[in-house]
């Protein structure tokens, strides 16, 4: 006897993953966070030059500030040289004013 086919929504026990995370007040916040942590990414991508955009990621936004990630410390020494004009240009977007911190990640782990 073969089992019954899968439901077409996947079982009765799942649901889609922006609904339980809507559902879960504090991973509500955290996929906000998110959101306007990548909102906030496409206005510095606007004001950094080209040669730095590949380079930089957005990283934790919380009540202390941001963060925005780079692979090693030349780039991170470039990006502080920009802080005041990503600053500023968040202000001027209409973002609430914020630490912006830049944080070296490399890839190896």
Do not use: F, Y
Request: net charge positive.
């Amino acid at each position: 006897m073969s089992p019954p086919p899968p439901s077409k929504a996947g079982g009765p026990h799942t649901r889609p993953i922006n609904e339980a995370l809507a559902a879960n007040s504090t991973l509500a916040q955290l996929l906000q966070r998110l959101k306007e942590a990548e909102a906030r990414m496409d206005t510095v991508r606007e004001v950094l030059p080209p040669s730095l955009r590949a380079h930089v990621r957005t990283g934790v936004l919380d009540e202390a500030g941001w963060n925005l990630l780079v692979p090693n410390g030349a780039v991170a020494a470039k990006l502080r040289q920009c802080l005041p004009a990503i600053e500023q240009a968040l202000v001027v977007r209409g973002w609430k004013p914020t630490s912006v911190r830049v944080k070296v990640q490399s890839d190896r782990a």
